[in-house]
């Protein structure tokens, strides 16, 4: 089963790059954002699935993320 959601997810990432390659988003800043998307993602379910706890630092780091994807899309 979790395989299986790996490889839904990692299809969802392809669709997604297709549809804003069509869509003529600015594709540099698509592929930061999702670079950005991941990282939380990973740090999250670390902490949902295996119980590990973020740092300050890494919980800073998330902030810093989010806040750029945020700007990035302005």
């Given amino acids: 089963?979790?395989?299986?959601?790996?490889?839904?997810?990692?299809?969802?990432?392809?669709?997604?790059?297709?549809?804003?390659?069509?869509?003529?988003?600015?594709l540099g800043i698509a592929g930061n954002i999702q670079v950005a998307v991941y990282s939380v993602t990973v740090v999250l379910l670390g902490f949902v699935i295996f119980g590990e706890t973020p740092s300050l630092i890494q919980g800073?780091?998330?902030?810093?993320?989010?806040?750029?994807?945020?700007?990035?899309n302005l």
């Fill in 1 to 26: 089963p979790l395989m299986l959601a790996i490889v839904t997810l990692y299809f969802l990432q392809i669709v997604l790059f297709v549809y804003a390659f069509i869509h003529n988003w600015k």
């Fill in 60 to 72: 800073i780091g998330i902030g810093l993320a989010v806040i750029a994807i945020i700007l990035m």
